[in-house]
């Protein structure tokens, strides 16, 4: 079916941290233009999207991503890449290998220290049962340059390391002169905020230990945090009395 235009616009699929009991980790899924991309792609993946594409009123499955903006290797982040390719490799009606963007060492570490162990000898109905697989058999690897903005589809995107104990990258993403920003996983960085704040919707992460702290954040300007929502949040995070909103999972968040 033909793809209606749609202005930018966020569907949170978790906003849990990797420890969450009630909370699917943090992903979501971004919508401009004709383009569907997700940030992050954790698991359960298949049931996440559905359920929160379906209370967003808009029901998509995996065969109706085009992208993924991969931040890092944490498995709360990249834990449903091995079922997003395996689906996408074999689905009857699949649309073939999703598009994949990440940093030059986080695509030297996909596939060599995660994906080729269960995926580097998987059987491949065209080609046998010993065959050798290689990532790119799964996705189309696209590394990308921090400062140095590049196109997925209708979005523009701009993406900046961020502090964490692993190569990680926040982005910004543009599409029809509206800006969604993103932190991804980072401790507090006045930089990073900073570069993330000329956004006219920002997702910012807050947890215990290496993440940002929320009583650093809580200290924001108030029209920087009125552009703000919380992600990666803790079970115990007291989101009545939070003074920076929390995001919701199958919320539909238009920039
Ligand atoms: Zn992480």
Redesign the pocket.
Known sequence: MTRQPVPLQVIPLGVGDYFSRVNYTTTFLVLGGTTRMLIDCSDPLQKELHEATTRAGLPLGVNDIDAVLLT?L?G??ANGLEGLGFFRKQAKDSPGRPTIYLLPEVLTDLWERRLRGPMGRAHMPTKGIDAVSELTDYFDPHPVEPGKPFRVGDLEIEARRSR???P?MGCKIHYGGRTLGYSS?TDYDPAHIEFLSDSDLIFHETSGGVHADYQLLAKLPEPLRKRMRLVHLPDDFDRASSAIEPAEAGKVYVV
Do not use: E, P, S
């Open positions: 890092h944490h709360d982040h964490h104990v692993l990680c996983d």
